[in-house]
């Protein structure tokens, strides 16, 4: 096993790894334009927020469906072809909503129902890393994907709404159709055919019951998930009551600005931790970093200003570098003929509690003022942190 310092520079001379990120940078933009432009489209439809918040969510909330039923995919069929077919997938769906010939539920429906196989194309994207990338480099390239992730953040909502301006949501919409293109043929003709690594026999859906089941049985994998899911999650009830808060404080228009303090701490920290902290140091401190997902909100309690809060956020965002410091340790766990299905387990669970938790968040933000909202979700991180310590710290767990 390969212990020694990794380098960016290194990551990224592997001419594979470059084509699997290249697509998922181009997955990453459409994904945010197209979610964009629909909201836009269908609040000008109906003139219903709700609905508009609903069409923003539609693509994010199938994970938990594809991964309760179709995650055996992601080891059963060929990860090129998993990940170039949803992109051509993706490019029908966005140019059917392009076309502009459905009524916003249709809409909503499309996005939905072929948003589910997501999962499926997620996980393999990433079982095909640790197969490009060994030792740190592998969690190396973990990090520039959350960095590309936190990019798209920072950027895509300026981005999106620009094209939105210029050639309207549904000009958007064919441009998402034309990243879709050529994300599939990028993936298709430069990227390396490999096999399924698991056995192709046998119900798909009954088998991805089955090996959750198993993997969630194994008390390390189980506790690993925990350590990835509950920490960051609680924290995303801060995230839901962003906009109110600004209000509270007096700044509205703040709320972008509270926003992009996340994401920018999130790139911070996988770059900082990433590049100049050494694998085993960066596994010792994944404890302590995940406390800096939490503890800062705490002073949400005073109610601080703008500028003093996308601090604490911004603090808050660089924990979320922790997860670094569980890569190898988890892909060590996983058996390797269920990799995909592990990883996507992992991505499913952690989209599906954000979810949940945003929506308390907002919930609990009908009862409370916001700033107390955002310090009990930085409450609730700590202690989540506190009844993982041992699994955060190496060698914590059989």
Request: some cysteine.
């Amino acid at each position: 096993m390969i212990t020694t310092r990794a380098t960016y520079r290194e990551v990224f001379a592997v001419g594979q790894f470059r084509v699997l990120f290249a697509g998922y940078t181009l997955h990453l933009g459409g994904e945010t334009v197209k979610m964009l432009a629909l909201s836009v489209t269908v609040y000008a439809g109906t003139g219903s927020p709700l609905l508009a918040a609903l069409a923003y969510v539609a693509g994010f909330l199938p994970y938990a469906l594809g991964g309760t039923f179709l995650l055996a995919y992601a080891d059963r069929w060929p990860p090129r072809a998993v990940m170039a077919g949803y992109d051509l997938v993706r490019a029908g769906v966005a140019a059917v909503l392009a076309a502009g010939v459905l009524p916003p539920a249709a809409m909503l429906v499309l996005v939905f129902v072929t948003g589910v196989p997501g999962a499926v194309a997620s996980a393999a994207r990433s079982a095909l890393l640790p197969d490009l990338l060994d030792g740190d480099r592998y969690v190396l390239g973990r990090a520039v994907f959350s960095m590309a992730a936190g990019g798209t953040q920072v950027l895509g909502f300026a981005v999106g709404g620009m094209l939105i301006a210029a050639v309207g949501p549904y000009g958007a919409l064919w441009i998402t159709v034309a990243s879709c293109l050529v994300s599939a043929a990028l993936l298709r003709f430069r990227l390396a055919d490999r096999p399924g690594r698991g056995p192709a026999v046998g119900s798909a859906v009954g088998r991805t019951w089955r090996v959750n089941r198993e993997l969630l049985r194994r008390p390390d994998v189980r506790a690993l998930l925990w350590a990835q899911w509950l920490p960051p999650t609680l924290v995303v009830g801060a995230e839901g009551v962003l906009v109110p808060y600004a209000a509270q404080v007096g700044v509205p228009g703040a709320a972008g600005l509270l926003f992009t303090a996340v994401a920018l701490g999130m790139l911070a920290g996988n770059l900082v931790i990433g590049r100049l902290v050494a694998l085993r140091l960066r596994e010792r401190l994944a404890g302590p970093l995940a406390l800096l997902l939490g503890g800062p909100l705490l002073g949400f309690a005073g109610s601080p200003g703008p500028v003093v809060a996308g601090v604490l956020l911004a603090v808050s965002g660089f924990g979320v570098a922790y997860q670094l410091g569980l890569a190898r340790r988890f892909l060590e766990v996983v058996p390797e003929a269920n990799r995909g299905q592990a990883l996507g387990l992992a991505l499913t669970g952690t989209m599906t509690w954000q979810g949940l938790f945003a929506a308390g968040g907002g919930a609990l933000g009908e009862a409370v003022a916001p700033g107390q909202v955002v310090a009990a979700a930085g409450a609730a991180s700590v202690l989540a942190v506190a009844g993982l310590w041992r699994v955060l710290t190496p060698g914590g767990i059989g």
